[in-house]
């Protein structure tokens, strides 16, 4: 009756834990969303990609010139591939309006910006 009752424990506390593991990885929805201009990636867009990201999720910016005005109202890590050739151009506007907290910005070259 002991062994049962050991085994069933043990059963119980590998549940918990998995399903503790699982619900974890469903919650943060962190994830890679790629943006190249030429439409190999997700989207060719850095606000659009913004739009679907979940909070913690990493926007990885290929290089290119990116025409865009964009509002950051989530948690998230943008990169560009390299500043040297990865730009947003922000047309005499605002390059980033944030509105959330926990953002990392990295990688990128800001032309036309007020």
Known sequence: MNRLKSKMFILIILMLFFNNISLNNS????????????????????QNAVN??????????????????LI????????????INTFINADRGIAFDIKSNDIEISGLT???AD
């Open 110 to 112: 800001i032309l036309n």
């Open 27 to 46: 919650v943060t929805g962190a994830e890679i969303i790629n943006v190249k201009i030429d439409g190999s990636g997700d989207y060719t867009s850095i």
């Open 72 to 83: 950051i109202n989530k948690s998230l890590i943008i990169k560009g591939e390299d500043k």
């Open 52 to 69: 679907a990201a979940s909070e913690g999720s990493t926007i990885m910016i290929y290089n290119g010139t990116y025409s865009e005005n």
